[in-house]
């Protein structure tokens, strides 16, 4: 059974602080994804990675930055929280063939920052 | 730059109804299409995912149809249940854009018992 799997379900910020949110998949995927949902605006793709050490910026990647030192972990970071950073974040994960291969998405970590 | 739009936003239904959502697009060079379901405060779970080169795809109740010329894809759930209700999420992945997915707003699914 495929799993994508995030550090915390709900995580509660001060204005300021630094914040790591980490992402783990356990299917051997090559790409992987930090979205971020808010009620009106949907989805939207902050930053991607097709490879270990390999980022990509999406469309929203200002006041973040990711890490990918392994295959199967990605973390987003949160340098200094802002409020309009509180939002539902998603992270997902997907094989190597832009065709075939189903997208999976983690539980979701509700972060609001104070 | 790849839209997507779904309509209806909300629909309620009764029990046993077979209904139709709908998605469309603006860029038709897509790799592929899923549809995803999202229960209230949780994350995304895949339905189906038609390729590009397929017309639909079928899992249970649930038959996805691509027009890909068109901009088009259908969501058809038979013999709707109260355990539908969810919002289903309508994500092509962009040629433009190594196949990243787009999604769309939703359609906000309620099905009475």
């Known amino acids: 059974d495929v799993k994508v799997t995030q550090s915390s379900r709900y995580l509660v910020k001060r204005t300021g602080e630094k914040v790591f949110l980490e992402c783990v998949q356990d299917?051997?995927?090559?790409?992987m994804f930090w979205y971020r949902q808010d009620p009106g605006l949907g989805l939207r793709l902050i930053y991607f990675s097709y490879d270990v050490k390999m980022k990509e910026k999406g469309d929203i990647p200002e006041g973040y930055s990711v890490s990918r030192e392994k295959k199967e972990r990605f973390s987003l970071i949160l340098e200094s929280a802002s409020t309009n950073q509180t939002s539902m974040y998603l992270c997902a994960s997907r094989g190597q063939g832009p065709s075939t291969d189903t997208q999976y998405f983690g539980p979701g970590t509700r972060l609001t920052v104070l | 730059k790849q839209e997507v739009t779904q309509i209806p936003a909300a629909l309620s239904v009764p029990e046993g109804e077979n209904l139709v959502l709908n998605c469309s697009f603006t860029?038709?060079?897509?790799?592929?299409l899923q549809w995803f379901r999202q229960d209230p405060g949780k994350g995304l779970t895949s339905l189906l995912l038609i390729q590009s080169s397929q017309r639909e795809q079928t899992s249970g109740r649930l038959n996805a149809s691509l027009d890909k010329s068109s901009g088009r894809s259908t969501l058809y759930i038979a013999a709707s249940q109260p355990g539908d209700s969810a919002t289903y999420l309508c994500a092509p992945g962009d040629g433009g854009s190594q196949g990243n997915l787009i999604f769309g707003k939703g359609t906000k699914l309620s099905v009475k018992p």
């Open positions: 299917m051997d995927h090559e790409n």
């Open positions: 860029d038709s060079a897509i790799y592929n």
